[in-house]
Nanobody
Framework: QVQLVESGGGLVQAGGSLRLSCAASGSLVGINTMGWYRQAPGKQRELVARITSGPRTTYADSVKGRFTISRDNAKNTVYLQMNSLKPEDTGVYYC??????????WGQGTQVTVSS
């Protein structure tokens, strides 16, 4: 089992910045990918960014150039630096991990609200 705990969400004005953190604990051997999804009200959950053990990063087109994902393996933590935030970035942001056994784990989510 893997436990993921997110932090760093909040309310920010458009153009502002936030940094999300996701601390992983438990059975971490075998995790190869960590990342962030988000879900806006009335919409499906969508991938925001992910980072592999390579590390290789992938971003949604809507956040390229504004968001940066990184991981600190010593702290078992993944970060999402979000700059130039827009109202359409509003949603619940979920951290996830994927391992070599094809198991996915999810955090409880953290709310990000961007006001116009």
């Amino acid at each position: 089992q893997v436990q993921l705990v997110e932090s760093g969400g909040g309310l920010v004005q458009a153009g502002g910045s936030l940094r999300l953190s996701c601390a992983a604990s438990g059975s971490l051997v075998g995790i190869n990918t960590m990342g962030w999804y988000r879900q806006a009200p009335g919409k499906q959950r969508e991938l925001v960014a992910r980072i592999t053990s390579g590390p290789r990063t992938t971003y949604a087109d809507s956040v390229k150039g504004r968001f940066t994902i990184s991981r600190d393996n010593a702290k078992n933590t993944v970060y999402l630096q979000m700059n130039s935030l827009k109202p359409e970035d509003t949603g619940v942001y979920y951290c996830y991990s994927h391992d070599y056994f094809n198991e996915d784990y999810w955090g409880q989510g953290t709310q990000v609200t961007v006001s116009s």
